[in-house]
């Protein structure tokens, strides 16, 4: 494990700290770009709560600097319980370079806490520089568009570390870039058990849920003339949404969506929310098509 040179244990009000819908994006989500961030929901009547959160605390404290910790008060800040879709509390999620990376709910003996918090102290301090670099490589080709490179770059990882769940996500998309939907599902179908829940898996599941149906995606002007004829024909407007995104307009996929919600969110028994957390999922947590999404839905949910 790699020691972070001549850094100094931060200050304990800097490790841990509470956090409202101000300011999560500034203390969690580019927080995390620097070193992980640990999250806590919690609330004041949740006696599980008060067990778990100084355990927390004190390994964050014990990580000396490694890892940062900020608690949510969820009766205090709904919107961003709603956006996580926290079901219970307590929960945890940690965030390392702008995404969630890992998480539990309920209370965990002091032990399998401070495995946890070890386990993502780590993040900042990757064991295998090497193997990083070549993600963040692969990454890039990808971003330019050189798909069949990154695919090749993601597979020699999954040579070298086959739970790398941030390879498995890659070579998915990579494949997804390249329109081989057959094949990036294979893939991902062909992931170990001990990281078929991770964020990047997940992501990568969404992404191949969403190429499966631009498959059969109807024409963007049919579909919109459709709606615009009549604005209360729901299933118009949900293929409306499915052959925007289809299109690469995931911002307008998400506007017909809350618009469905915002008619009828009980329509085909909740689509249309179903089918943003589809979107949020496959698109990065700090997309700013999902945060103004995720603020809007949360707005009609608490409506």
């Known amino acids: 494990m790699l020691e972070l040179g001549g850094q100094q244990p931060a200050a304990a009000d800097d490790l841990i700290k509470d956090t409202t819908e101000a300011t999560f994006m500034q203390d969690v989500i580019e927080a995390s770009q ?3 961030v640990i999250v806590d929901f919690w609330a004041p009547w949740c006696g599980p709560c008060k067990t778990l959160g100084p355990a927390l605390e004190e390994a964050v404290k014990k990580a000396g ?23 219970s509390i307590p929960t945890v999620y940690a965030f390392h370079n702008g995404q969630p990376v890992d998480g539990f709910q309920g209370a965990l003996p002091p032990s399998e806490v401070d495995a946890f918090v070890t386990k993502i102290a780590d993040l900042a301090g990757a064991p295998d520089n090497g193997l990083a670099d070549a993600v963040a490589a692969a990454e890039e080709m990808l971003a330019e568009g050189a798909a069949a490179d990154a695919a090749e770059t993601f597979a020699a990882i999954l040579g070298e570390d086959g739970t790398n769940a941030t390879a498995y996500g890659g070579l998915v998309r990579s494949y997804l870039s390249l329109d081989q939907v057959e094949e990036a599902e294979a893939v991902l179908n062909g992931a170990p058990a001990e990281i078929a829940d991770a964020p990047e898996l997940e992501a990568a599941r969404a992404a191949v849920e969403l190429a499966k149906q631009a498959a059969g995606a109807g024409p963007v002007a049919e579909l919109q003339a459709k709606v615009e004829a009549d604005e209360n024909d729901h299933q118009a407007r949900f293929d409306y949404a499915v052959a925007l995104h289809a299109s690469g307009d995931s911002a307008g996929a998400v506007d017909q969506l809350l618009e469905l919600f915002r008619r009828d969110r009980d329509w085909n028994d909740g689509a249309a929310k179903a089918q943003l ?13 999902v945060l103004d999404g995720r603020r809007k839905l949360s707005s009609l949910i608490f409506a």
């Open 65 to 87: 600097g490694r890892v940062k910790m900020v608690k949510v008060d969820v009766d205090q800040n709904q919107a961003i319980a709603g956006q996580l879709q926290i079901q």
């Open 34 to 36: 620097s070193v992980p």
């Open 277 to 289: 957390f589809t979107i949020f999922d496959a698109l990065k947590p700090n997309d700013p098509v």
